[in-house]
């Protein structure tokens, strides 16, 4: 597992900011066999970024900010389950991930836009899916539109906005922008102390992309932006392989 000193520098290194010791201590609590939901509490109660995650994990339809109070934690943690837990530490590990990609492949500086106020998906998408096995399993999916897809497979051959691209090419420049954010997010989870199994992407053109439905709690969506495009990253964890 990396250490606190090990994740700054990696993080300087890519122009990302520190991984929060609160993230730290959550990842190590799910990567033992046992997760005390009393610790995990009291661990999220005390970030205010991990509390209003686990709030709008718990409360998907609400529309106004929720309050953060420790009993609010509690009944969000009890209301989710063990796969808000795993989405709230591998989801900071897989935005990391992301960042780092778009950064190194393709010299695109994303921001991840927190909700509520954040862009929606349009349709149809270009859609990459990514399998993980381990401590826990799951699934990851990065989504845009044609018009974004074409952006990030323009940068990645260095064509012009006017050359001509195939369908053919746009599917596997997001795959391989699928497959580099899957080894980084590999790499982050090794170090947390979470070692998983990578599928291989698997690409498609949807007309309209919803993610199945699964227990309560053990998905979130992701939004980034830059000046380019507007992209998506979805993380699902399956609550019944823990």
């Given at each position: 597992?990396?250490?606190?000193?090990?994740?700054?520098?990696?993080?300087?290194?890519?122009?990302?900011?520190?991984?929060?010791?609160?993230?730290?201590?959550?990842?190590?609590?799910?990567?033992?066999?046992?997760?005390?939901?009393?610790?995990?509490?009291?661990?999220?109660?005390?970030?205010?970024?991990?509390?209003?995650?686990?709030?709008?994990?718990?409360?998907?339809?609400?529309?106004?900010?929720?309050?953060?109070?420790?009993?609010?934690?509690e009944t969000a943690?009890?209301?989710?389950?063990?796969?808000?837990?795993?989405v709230l530490a591998?989801?900071?590990?897989?935005?990391?991930?992301?960042?780092?990609?778009?950064?190194?492949?393709?010299?695109?500086?994303?921001?991840?836009?927190?909700?509520?106020?954040?862009?929606?998906?349009?349709?149809?998408?270009?859609?990459?899916?990514?399998?993980?096995?381990?401590?826990?399993?799951?699934?990851?999916?990065?989504?845009?539109?044609?018009?974004?897809?074409?952006?990030?497979?323009?940068?990645?051959?260095?064509?012009?906005?006017?050359?001509?691209?195939?369908?053919?090419?746009?599917?596997?420049?997001?795959?391989?922008?699928?497959?580099?954010?899957?080894?980084?997010?590999?790499s982050n989870l090794?170090?947390?102390?979470?070692?998983?199994?990578?599928?291989?992407?698997?690409?498609?053109?949807?007309?309209?992309?919803?993610?199945?439905?699964?227990?309560?709690?053990?998905?979130?969506?992701?939004?980034?932006?830059?000046?380019?495009?507007?992209?998506?990253?979805?993380?699902?964890?399956?609550?019944?392989?823990?």
């Amino acid at each position: 597992m990396a250490t606190a000193a090990q994740s700054e520098e990696i993080a300087r290194r890519y122009g990302l900011a520190a991984i929060p010791e609160s993230v730290l201590r959550l990842t190590r609590l799910v990567a033992g066999q046992d997760a005390d939901l009393g610790l995990v509490a009291k661990v999220i109660a005390q970030d205010k970024d991990l509390s209003n995650r686990l709030l709008r994990l718990a409360h998907p339809r609400a529309t106004s900010p929720l309050e953060a109070s420790p009993d609010a934690i509690e009944t969000a943690l009890m209301r989710t389950g063990m796969g808000s837990i795993f989405v709230l530490a591998m989801g900071d590990l897989l935005m990391r991930a992301v960042l780092k990609t778009f950064h190194t492949m393709l010299g695109i500086e994303l921001q991840w836009v927190v909700s509520p106020g954040a862009p929606t998906c349009s349709s149809p998408q270009v859609v990459s899916e990514v399998a993980f096995s381990g401590r826990a399993s799951g699934r990851v999916f990065l989504h845009q539109s044609e018009e974004a897809s074409r952006t990030i497979t323009t940068r990645m051959l260095g064509l012009g906005a006017n050359d001509e691209i195939s369908q053919g090419e746009i599917e596997d420049a997001i795959a391989e922008a699928a497959n580099m954010g899957a080894g980084n997010f590999l790499s982050n989870l090794c170090d947390a102390g979470l070692p998983c199994k990578l599928s291989a992407p698997k690409t498609a053109r949807l007309e309209s992309f919803q993610l199945r439905p699964g227990p309560a709690g053990s998905r979130e969506q992701m939004v980034f932006r830059s000046p380019e495009l507007v992209t998506f990253v979805d993380i699902c964890v399956d609550e019944w392989n823990f």
